[in-house]
């Protein structure tokens, strides 16, 4: 099972929604390029995609886990919410 949390920036309403199997990062903020960041638990980045121009994004299969998706742009705005997978 997956829960996405509330993005701790407002700036970009960061979410994790589940479409099947698929787990789908999304966001506000979709005129200008993001970087993407999965963080594990200790600190590890075990995931990254940069100068997305969509708002949208698929992520790829994680094993169950505590993890943070960072999200930030070239201005500087940054986000992040917590990833469960049990």
């Not at 970087?35 to 790829?60: C, E, H, M, Y």
């Amino acid at each position: 099972m997956l829960s996405g949390k509330k993005c701790f920036s407002s700036k970009f309403n960061l979410q994790v929604i589940t479409e099947g199997s698929n787990r789908i990062a999304q966001w506000d903020n979709s005129y200008r390029e993001v970087n993407l960041q999965l963080v594990d638990a200790i600190g590890r980045t075990i995931w990254s995609s940069f100068n997305l121009k969509v708002n949208t994004t698929k992520l790829p299969e994680l094993i169950p886990g505590n993890y943070i998706l960072c999200v930030h742009d070239k201005d500087g705005n940054r986000g992040k919410i917590l990833v469960q997978i049990n």
